[in-house]
């Protein structure tokens, strides 16, 4: 990784906090600029969007922990968020 990627990540990162309502936007190009990182960023999103009771990222949330995409894969946890998700 270049040392112009590692200055940017965390002004990437900054963004992805302080722009809430642009949340895909800002993956989009983490994705982009740093794709070993996207999927653990985007579980992280998805799972602060879960526990504020958004049902979207619930469910977003539950089909990472199925597919093992960003987080180790669980059936167990991706039932129970399928299940949270549903109500």
């Not at 070993?36 to 990472?64: D, H, K, M, P, T």
């Amino acid at each position: 990784l270049s040392y112009a990627a590692y200055r940017l990540l965390p002004q990437t990162l900054w963004g992805l906090r302080n722009h809430r309502h642009d949340v895909a936007y800002r993956l989009q190009e983490v994705q982009v600029l740093f794709p070993w990182v996207a999927n653990r960023i985007a579980f992280f999103l998805y799972a602060r969007g879960a526990l504020e009771g958004n049902l979207s990222s619930q469910n977003n949330l539950a089909v990472c922990y199925a597919t093992g995409v960003g987080v180790e894969q669980s059936e167990f946890r991706a039932f129970l968020w399928y299940k949270r998700s549903a109500c």
